[in-house]
């Protein structure tokens, strides 16, 4: 199974441009525009699942000027046209899924079986009264 994905690029880019990542997060301080160190580098090691984009803004603007160069999100991010499904992941998001099915048929089930005065005071105990 395939999916199409992004490519977060910072890593490569700073690579490319011979920034580091600790003159990048002094910039960012000196300009008020703070990302934690230990954030920066994460993001120029890892590939994220999310990207914020207050982050990636503050990023763009801290190496325009340790470069002299502008940039666009794009150089940051790369479109992977087919990016293949981890079978473990793609069997987790199918157990994730067939688990809140049976947690929600579970649920009702139990609310069947428990006398409804019973069931009342349960909601009430959880602040759920309806």
Same mark, same amino acid.
């Given at each position: 199974?395939?999916?199409?994905?992004?490519?977060?690029? =910072?890593?490569?880019?700073?690579?490319?441009?011979? !920034? #580091? *990542?600790?003159?990048?997060?002094?910039? =960012?301080?000196? /300009?008020?525009?703070? !990302?934690? &160190?230990? #954030?920066?580098?994460? =993001?120029?090691?890892?590939?994220?699942?999310?990207?914020?984009?207050? !982050? #990636?803004?503050?990023?763009?603007?801290?190496?325009? &000027?340790?470069?002299?160069?502008?940039?666009? *999100?794009? $150089?940051?991010?790369? &479109?992977?046209? $087919?990016?293949?499904?981890?079978?473990?992941?793609?069997?987790?998001?199918?157990?994730?899924?067939? $688990? *809140?099915?049976? =947690?929600?048929?579970?649920?009702?089930?139990?609310?069947? $079986?428990?006398?409804?005065?019973? /069931? &009342?005071?349960?909601?009430?105990?959880?602040?759920?009264?309806?």
């Amino acid at each position: 199974m395939n999916r199409r994905g992004l490519k977060w690029k =910072l890593g490569e880019l700073l690579e490319r441009e011979g !920034v #580091t *990542v600790y003159a990048l997060n002094r910039d =960012l301080l000196e /300009h008020k525009q703070g !990302v934690s &160190r230990t #954030t920066l580098y994460r =993001l120029a090691s890892e590939q994220p699942e999310k990207i914020d984009l207050k !982050v #990636t803004a503050r990023i763009l603007a801290g190496l325009e &000027r340790l470069t002299g160069k502008q940039y666009e *999100v794009w $150089d940051l991010l790369e &479109r992977i046209p $087919d990016l293949p499904v981890d079978e473990e992941e793609s069997a987790q998001d199918d157990l994730l899924q067939s $688990d *809140v099915v049976d =947690l929600a048929e579970a649920m009702q089930e139990l609310e069947r $079986d428990i006398p409804s005065e019973q /069931h &009342r005071r349960w909601l009430e105990s959880f602040g759920l009264t309806r």
